[in-house]
């Protein structure tokens, strides 16, 4: 893995498992969703260690430093060694997603006690009997 000197952006973005396929990963490139030292580029740019790359998912942002490169998808694991997040970044995103936590939470309909299949013959029978 260490020893690739370069590799397209599109491919370490999805070998860092930040995007689940290529092809999603070169459309946000695309897209311009994610920069490389602050410039928008094409998802064919060749990446080199210590470059520095901002990431917008969806309302999360990430700035990252690219540590490893890496042509390879690899486990969640060690996909984590390929870059390291500022520690801005990082207060930012644990910030919003608690935030976006919440909200959800809060939206989620509440639903009482469901009656069980146990439960449910027994609401039918009663219904049955009383008509």
């Not at 999360?60 to 060690?78: F, G, H, P, T, Y």
């Not at 060694?81 to 935030?99: D, G, L, M, V």
């Amino acid at each position: 893995m260490t020893d690739v000197k370069q590799v397209r952006l599109d491919k370490w973005l999805w070998a860092a498992r930040f995007y689940k396929t290529r092809a999603l990963a070169a459309n946000a490139v695309t897209n311009g969703r994610v920069k490389v030292n602050g410039a928008k580029t094409k998802p064919s740019k060749k990446l080199s260690v210590e470059d520095q790359i901002n990431i917008q998912l969806s309302s999360i942002s990430w700035d990252i430093q690219v540590k490893e490169l890496s042509c390879q998808r690899v486990s969640a694991d060690l996909a984590k060694h390929f870059y390291e997040e500022s520690a801005e970044s990082k207060s930012q995103r644990n910030t919003i997603t608690e935030a976006l936590n919440a909200e959800k939470k809060l939206q989620t309909p509440k639903y009482g006690n469901r009656p069980t299949k146990r439960g449910r013959q027994q609401i039918i029978r009663f219904k049955q009997n009383d008509g």
